[in-house]
Antibody
Framework: EGQLVESGGGLVQPGRSLRLSCAAS????????IHWVRQAPGKGLEWVSV????????VYADSVKGRFTISRDNAKNSVYLQMNSLRPEDTAFYYC???????????WGQGTLVTVSS | DIQMTQSPSSLSASVGDRVTITCQAS??????LNWYQQKPGKAPKLLIY???NLKTGVPSRFSGSGSGTDFSFTITSLQPEDNATYYC?????????FGQGTKLEIK
């Protein structure tokens, strides 16, 4: 059974940086594009970024473009989200997911909370 | 970016009722529309993919339909465990946008 596990969340001051990690197990990791989706407390889901299996294509939401960088290391079955110049409005649970529109390969992590506050 | 307009934002219904949620895309997305269920403190869970395909293991009281720009999601014979928030999401074009969500309360 495939599993994704996020880590790296926490409390950070505005303007500072944080790096999230997403570790995969039990799935053919390099078959999948990996997305980050976030959810501010009590709010809806917001798509953040995607990286294809070979890192050839990377896309960001306008709200994070120029501040966040997604990367992956297939040898470590991991995806990373480097978040710079953090703002209070970046406060959210961050989920990594395959976001696959398919029967058995739509995996989500449990989420990691990022709180941006002074 | 494709905008997804989901309605209603909330609804309340009783056990055994039938409820329908709609989702409208700002442009033609063929059948690239998925429905998720999210319970408090949990990650979203895929229920329906490609507009009408039920994910394995999801109860048959859940169904989806539509294509192009107009989609609907129906739960027949509501159960207490259906108390959750439901989201539509388009997977036709990046960024893969979500609807605003529908919070379903079981009376």
């Amino acid at each position: 059974e495939g599993q994704l596990v996020e880590s790296g969340g926490g409390l950070v001051q505005p303007g500072r940086s944080l790096r999230l990690s997403c570790a995969a197990s039990g799935l053919s990791f390099d078959d999948f594009a990996i997305h980050w989706v976030r959810q501010a407390p009590g709010k809806g889901l917001e798509w953040v970024s995607v990286i294809t299996w070979n890192s050839a294509s990377i896309v960001y939401a306008d709200s994070v473009k120029g501040r966040f960088t997604i990367s992956r290391d297939n040898a470590k079955n991991s995806v990373y989200l480097q978040m710079n110049s953090l703002r209070p409005e970046d406060t959210a649970f961050y989920y990594c997911t395959t976001l696959a529109a398919a029967d058995t390969i739509n995996y989500w992590g449990q989420g990691t909370l990022v709180t941006v506050s002074s | 970016d494709i905008q997804m307009t989901q309605s209603p934002s909330s609804l309340s219904a009783s056990v055994g009722d039938r409820v329908t949620i709609t989702c409208q895309a700002s442009q033609d997305i063929s059948n690239d529309l998925n429905w998720y269920q999210q319970k408090p403190g949990k990650a979203p869970k895929l229920l329906i993919y490609d507009a009408s395909n039920l994910k394995t293991g999801v109860p048959s009281r859940f169904s989806g339909s539509g294509s192009g720009t107009d989609f609907s999601f129906t739960i027949t014979s509501l159960q207490p465990e259906d108390n959750a928030t439901y989201y539509c999401q388009q997977s036709d074009n990046l960024p893969y946008t979500f609807g605003q969500g529908t919070k379903l309360e079981i009376k």
